[in-house]
């Protein structure tokens, strides 16, 4: 299976979409920087993390909806 229809796959988008939001929720409970800098730094990293994890997840969400409505697995 190549990795462009491995990525259609709800079973593996659901899971990276959930690791996105896990690690966006305990970023500043892991690290917490001492710079101005580093605190803009944390919060686009988790502000881009957010955004993946509603990507992945909404991607695998229709993908369901669309595998169910065709009658397949």
């Known amino acids: 299976m190549s990795f462009q ?6 079973r593996i988008l659901m899971p990276i979409g959930m690791m996105c939001l896990l690690f966006a929720i305990l970023g500043p ?6 710079t101005q800098f580093g605190q803009n730094m944390l919060h686009g990293v988790r502000g881009f993390l957010f955004g993946l994890s509603i990507t992945f997840n909404l991607f695998a969400a229709l993908r369901i909806g ?8």
Do not use: H, T, V, Y
């Open 5 to 10: 229809n491995r990525m259609k796959d709800p």
């Open 66 to 73: 669309r595998l169910r409505r065709s009658g397949g697995n």
């Open 29 to 34: 409970m892991l690290f917490q920087p001492a």
